[in-house]
């Protein structure tokens, strides 16, 4: 518990006023105490940004890490809250939570809506599909009328459906749910990060999937990279952040993180053949 001291008012200093004082300072929060914890919406199911690992369950992450290593610049402790990314989002604009991170894109659309760290990782789109018949996808013409598997609310079921696809939303599922279904055939692709695709095929053996590398993707969306959110004017908790951030970067972290979650770095921007580049209305 935070402890505050008072100077004593003399003889005007009655216990009323003292107890008004107290009254006011047992008040604190997340939000307006600097050196509170830092609570942090995330999804835990987002393998590598934000999952639990086998041994022990513990909430661990790409993500996860870079916020625990910002909070430790900070001076401060950080407490997660596990939630979809809707909520996510919904809880940074309410207060409810200070920041949330889980590979968002710090992109103009976002920033509108919130204040954004500085991007802290670089990368593209892909497309996961049956790797015996590429889910009959060949070019992005074969989209349309495909089912494409994701989260609602996102800037790829967005896109897919801007393609024609009919959009599965799923509500904050591991990644192995969503491979279970195309694979079965109850979707067909899904489009996402392609750092995170290839780790989630290589977490799971024999799930007769495949990237389809003659179509990686950006949009409008994706932005600088992906960063830390926090609510619009909050403009003393971006400076904060964006300084833990750059010292981290400065002193290896990122990259050590980069290559423990991803087995590369993803700190610097890759160099790779992109297809195309969507306008998402």
């Known amino acids: 518990m935070r402890t505050f001291k008072f100077r004593w008012l003399g003889l005007l200093g009655t216990i009323g006023i003292v107890l008004i004082l107290l009254t006011g300072c047992g008040k604190s929060n997340s939000s307006s105490n600097s050196k509170g914890p830092l609570i942090c919406a995330t999804s835990g199911t987002l393998y590598p940004s934000s999952f639990h690992n086998e041994k022990g369950n513990k909430l661990t992450g790409f993500d996860v890490e870079i916020v625990r290593a910002v909070a430790k610049k900070m001076g401060r402790k950080v407490e997660f809250k596990e939630m979809n990314v809707d909520g996510q989002l919904t809880a940074v604009k309410t207060g409810k939570a200070d920041i949330a991170a889980n590979d968002f894109s710090v992109s103009p659309a976002r920033e509108k809506q919130f204040a954004l760290s500085t991007p802290y990782k670089h990368s593209f789109n892909s497309l996961i599909v049956r790797q015996k018949d590429d889910s009959g996808i060949h070019s992005w013409a074969d989209i349309k009328g495909k089912r494409a598997a994701g989260e609602a609310g ?123 580049t969507f306008t998402i209305k």
């Open 154 to 276: 996102t800037s790829y079921q967005r896109l897919a459906k801007q393609l024609g696809a009919k959009p599965v939303n799923y509500d904050n599922v591991s990644n192995d749910i969503y491979m279970k279904d195309v694979k079965n055939g109850k979707t067909d692709l899904i489009m996402n990060d392609y750092y995170l695709q290839k780790l989630a095929l290589a977490a799971v053996p024999n799930n007769g999937l495949k990237i389809l590398s003659n179509m990686y993707f950006k949009t409008n969306e994706d932005g600088k990279g992906t960063g830390i959110i926090m609510k619009k004017g909050n403009t003393k908790l971006q400076k904060q952040i964006n300084k833990a951030l750059a010292e981290l970067k400065s002193d290896g972290t990122l990259r050590k993180l980069s290559e423990k979650y991803y087995h590369t770095d993803v700190s610097k921007q890759p160099k790779v053949h992109i297809s195309k």
